[in-house]
Antibody, heavy 118, light 109 residues
Framework: EVQLVESGGGLVQPGGSLRLSCAAS????????LNWVRQAPGKGLEWISY????????HYADSVKGRFTISRDNAKNSLNLQMNSLRVEDTAVYYC???????????WGQGTLVSVSS | EIVLTQSPGTLSLSPGERATLSCRAS???????LAWYQQKPGQAPRLLIY???SRATGIPDRFSASGSGTDFTLTISRLEPEDFAVYYC??????????FGPGTKVDIK
């Protein structure tokens, strides 16, 4: 069974940092591209970051570029998101999601809540 | 930059009725790279449709989708109680590399 489990969310002050992780199981991790997608309270889905199968290629939404860094460890079946210079508007549930070749997300984690507040 | 627009914002229907949801792109999207999701409160999104018209594993055949270029449609032929949710379209490949529409909420009339 494919599983994606996020962790690392919590309450942080503006300007602070947080590192999210996503533990994957039930599939060949290194064979799939991965994304982070977030959802602010009561709002829609926002793609924020992509990483290729072996990790050299990454993309970011303009809203997080220069502040967030995506990485993966294929030996540990783990996806990470280092979030620096956090802003109040980064408050959201953060999901990791597996990406199919055509760009659809077929499996999602349960999400982890990041709250940025003073 | 491609912007996805979904209409209507809210669709109020009764169980058994047909739902037609629209997703419009500001520029042409390859049909291979258009997906639809269902999301219920407190849950992660669930993939319904990929490649504009292919149902994901386990999705009932009352869900169908079509479209090309800039206009795409998701149809639920007969609404079941569990279908009342928010539906998102999503494109892949154009700047930004991934983007979602704002969603259509299907609620009970």
């Amino acid at each position: 069974e494919v599983q994606l489990v996020e962790s690392g969310g919590g309450l942080v002050q503006p300007g602070g940092s947080l590192r999210l992780s996503c533990a994957a199981s039930g599939f060949t991790f290194s064979s799939y591209e991965l994304n982070w997608v977030r959802q602010a309270p009561g709002k829609g889905l926002e793609w924020i970051s992509y990483i290729s199968r072996s990790g050299p290629t990454t993309h970011y939404a303009d809203s997080v570029k220069g502040r967030f860094t995506i990485s993966r460890d294929n030996a540990k079946n783990s996806l990470n998101l280092q979030m620096n210079s956090l802003r109040v508007e980064d408050t959201a549930v953060y999901y990791c999601a597996r990406v199919l070749p055509g760009g659809a997300h077929d499996y999602w984690g349960q999400g982890t809540l990041v709250s940025v507040s003073s | 930059e491609i912007v996805l627009t979904q209409s209507p914002g809210t669709l109020s229907l009764s169980p058994g009725e047909r739902a037609t949801l629209s997703c419009r792109a500001s520029q042409s999207v390859s049909s291979s790279f258009l997906a639809w999701y269902q999301q219920k409160p407190g849950q992660a999104p669930r993939l319904l449709i990929y490649g504009a018209s292919s149902r994901a594993t386990g999705i009932p055949d009352r869900f169908s989708a079509s479209g090309s270029g800039t206009d795409f449609t998701l149809t639920i032929s007969r609404l079941e109680p569990e279908d009342f949710a928010v539906y998102y379209c999503q494109q892949y490949g154009s700047s930004p590399i991934f983007s979602f529409g704002p969603g259509t909420k299907v609620d009970i009339k």
